[in-house]
């Protein structure tokens, strides 16, 4: 039996309960909008925004609710999408150990996942360094900060490169399996550079449902399940996870630098249409072996670049 609550706009409660219609109840307790009962939860919804889910599958229903809700609502409503490990209100001011990882969706190069612990005496220090969302800042900008964080504040770094992410992912490890027991591992790796240094949680960069996360690592040795919090967007919560996702970044920009340097040519980011282009170049060259060490094979992109490769040859 789990619970969950989320704040939600009025707009969205409709939404809600148009959805919900079939199994709405006729009988609702003061101060609500509607009550359902979809198999598994019930579902009650209050006048104030509040949405509350109760049940089996609460977690399931909620989170389906919290992501249709996030573009529209703001960035305290992310805190308050609390599923049971949501972050605290006053997390901000915490000492934190924070999560996130890179190149999960980039066809080309590694996974870079990188814990990193900032105490709340650090914040200010961080600030300066310029240490902030890694979205809103250029390659240029990544590698100088993070050469700074290197020396500033206890981390750890993981690199999943693509041959053993293959033969993985060819075993049937999914993408998200490998990101949970990275995040786990490099959490476990921070912890034990801590030596009983202030420790208030951790914030994990969310990128599935909690409960999903830890039937991932549920085979680890170890794993850190004590005052862990999931939130997506974590790096605009707090700096711990914003200089996680700059180190992961600058992580991954050298990785690629280097398997660059070693074709003597750029490889290009993410997934798209010039993605292909460049693969089919590389079979072309070297034969489709080559990806085995550089892509994450199991990309649309391989099937694509082989079709392109091919075609060229005609
Ligand atoms: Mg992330």
Same mark, same amino acid.
């Given at each position: 039996?789990?619970?969950?609550?989320?704040?939600?706009?009025?707009?969205?409660?409709?939404?809600?309960?148009?959805?919900?219609?079939?199994?709405?109840?006729?009988?609702?307790?003061?101060?609500?909008?509607?009550?359902?009962?979809?198999?598994?939860?019930?579902?009650?919804?209050?006048?104030?925004?509040?949405?509350?889910?109760?049940?089996?599958?609460?977690?399931?229903? %909620?989170?389906?609710?919290?992501?249709? +809700?996030?573009?529209? @609502? /703001?960035? $305290?409503?992310? *805190?308050?999408? #609390?599923?049971?490990?949501?972050?605290?209100?006053?997390?901000?001011?915490?000492?934190?150990?924070?999560?996130?990882?890179?190149?999960?969706?980039?066809?080309?190069?590694?996974?870079?996942?990188?814990?990193?612990?900032?105490?709340?005496?650090?914040?200010?220090?961080?600030?300066?360094?310029?240490?902030?969302?890694?979205?809103?800042?250029?390659?240029?900008?990544?590698?100088?900060?993070?050469?700074?964080?290197?020396?500033?504040?206890?981390?750890?770094?993981?690199?999943?490169?693509?041959?053993?992410?293959?033969?993985?992912?060819?075993?049937?490890?999914?993408?998200?399996?490998?990101?949970?027991?990275?995040?786990?591992?490099?959490?476990?790796?921070?912890?034990?550079?801590?030596?009983?240094?202030?420790?208030?949680?951790?914030?994990?960069?969310?990128?599935?449902?909690? %409960?999903?996360?830890?039937?991932?690592? +549920?085979?680890?040795? @170890? /794993?850190? $399940?004590?005052? *862990?919090?999931? #939130?997506?967007?974590?790096?605009?919560?707090?700096?711990?996870?914003?200089?996680?996702?700059?180190?992961?970044?600058?992580?991954?920009?050298?990785?690629?630098?280097?398997?660059?340097?070693?074709?003597?040519?750029?490889?290009?980011?993410?997934?798209?249409?010039?993605?292909?282009?460049?693969?089919?170049?590389?079979?072309?060259?070297?034969?489709?072996?080559?990806?085995?060490?550089?892509?994450?094979?199991?990309?649309?992109?391989?099937?694509?670049?082989?079709?392109?490769?091919?075609?060229?040859?005609?």
């Amino acid at each position: 039996m789990s619970n969950s609550v989320l704040k939600l706009s009025a707009i969205t409660i409709e939404k809600m309960k148009e959805h919900y219609h079939s199994c709405l109840q006729p009988a609702t307790p003061p101060g609500s909008i509607f009550v359902a009962k979809p198999p598994g939860c019930t579902i009650t919804a209050y006048k104030s925004g509040k949405v509350l889910f109760q049940g089996k599958t609460a977690l399931d229903e %909620a989170y389906r609710w919290e992501n249709v +809700a996030l573009p529209a @609502e /703001q960035k $305290k409503a992310v *805190i308050k999408t #609390a599923h049971l490990f949501a972050p605290p209100e006053n997390i901000e001011e915490l000492s934190i150990i924070g999560s996130d990882e890179v190149g999960t969706g980039d066809y080309f190069g590694p996974i870079t996942v990188v814990a990193a612990y900032v105490k709340k005496e650090q914040m200010e220090l961080l600030r300066e360094l310029g240490v902030k969302d890694s979205k809103h800042l250029t390659d240029k900008q990544i590698v100088s900060i993070a050469k700074d964080l290197l020396h500033t504040i206890p981390y750890s770094l993981l690199v999943l490169r693509n041959e053993k992410y293959n033969s993985l992912q060819e075993k049937g490890m999914s993408q998200g399996k490998m990101k949970a027991v990275l995040h786990n591992k490099a959490l476990l790796n921070v912890m034990q550079k801590l030596e009983g240094k202030p420790l208030d949680g951790i914030l994990v960069d969310q990128f599935c449902e909690p %409960a999903i996360y830890f039937n991932h690592i +549920a085979r680890e040795k @170890e /794993q850190v $399940k004590e005052k *862990i919090y999931f #939130a997506t967007k974590a790096e605009s919560l707090h700096l711990s996870v914003a200089a996680a996702s700059i180190l992961a970044r600058y992580s991954f920009i050298k990785e690629m630098d280097k398997i660059g340097d070693s074709l003597g040519m750029t490889i290009p980011k993410g997934a798209g249409a010039q993605v292909d282009v460049k693969a089919a170049e590389l079979i072309r060259k070297f034969g489709k072996e080559k990806l085995r060490e550089i892509a994450k094979l199991h990309f649309a992109n391989t099937k694509k670049a082989e079709a392109l490769a091919s075609g060229k040859r005609w």
